[in-house]
T-cell receptor
């Protein structure tokens, strides 16, 4: 089974703190994604990466950065957390190889971040 | 660019009755479409996917969806709801390279005894 794990299920941070959210996948997937999920808005893509050290902005990258130093790990960074970044953050990964679940994204359990 | 619209934010059914969750899409080309389910405090799980093969797609847990090009719809159905089906369901399209997904706003399904 594909496994995507996220470092924390719940996190509480103060405004202005630097926040790191970690994601690890064990299926050697090329693509990795960070989303935030808010009620009534579905999931919105923050950043994605299609290879080590490669990254692309998604739909809402402002206030976030990412790092992918190893294929299995994709980190989301909030340089200076703000209250409007309180949300559920979901990580996902997918393969680019036909026959290995091409197009299918596998999601982690999510990190519920509260910024006070 | 592709977009998806889920027509109901909440659906409530009785256990044992049919489920219908509605989704419309817009796309200038043959779309790839998915349904994902999210149970409380869990990550998203793929229910089924349409990738221009058969128009009637069967998924896990008895769910299926029919792709109707004339109606630009991809509604999710199940003949008989179970209490464990209570969850949030997302209709999702595929946009561009690198497997970028476009999510609908979600439909929360409640199942009553």
């Amino acid at each position: 089974d594909v496994k995507v794990t996220q470092s924390s299920r719940y996190l509480v941070k103060r405004t202005g703190e630097k926040v790191f959210l970690e994601c690890v996948q064990d299926m050697d997937h090329e693509n990795m994604f960070w989303y935030r999920q808010d009620p009534g808005l579905g999931l919105r893509l923050i950043y994605f990466s299609y290879d080590v050290k490669m990254k692309e902005k998604g739909d809402i990258p402002e206030g976030y950065s990412v790092s992918r130093e190893k294929k299995e790990r994709f980190s989301l960074i909030l340089e200076s957390a703000s209250t409007n970044q309180t949300s559920m953050y979901l990580c996902a990964s997918s393969s680019t190889v036909w026959g290995q679940g091409f197009h299918e994204q596998y999601f982690g359990p999510g990190t519920r971040l509260t910024v006070t | 660019a592709q977009s998806v619209t889920q027509l109901d934010s909440h659906v409530s059914v009785s256990e044992g009755t049919p489920v219908l969750l509605r989704c419309n899409y817009s796309s200038s080309y043959s779309p790839s479409l998915f349904w994902y389910v999210q149970h409380p405090n869990k990550g998203l799980q793929l229910l089924l996917k349409y990738t221009s093969a058969a128009t009637l797609v069967k998924g896990i847990n008895g769910f299926e969806a029919e792709f109707k090009k004339s109606e630009t719809s991809f509604h999710l159905t199940k003949p008989s709801a179970h209490m464990s089906d209570a969850a949030e369901y997302f209709c999702v399209g595929l946009n561009g390279g690198y497997n970028k997904l476009i999510f609908g706003a979600g439909t929360r399904l409640a199942v009553h005894p």
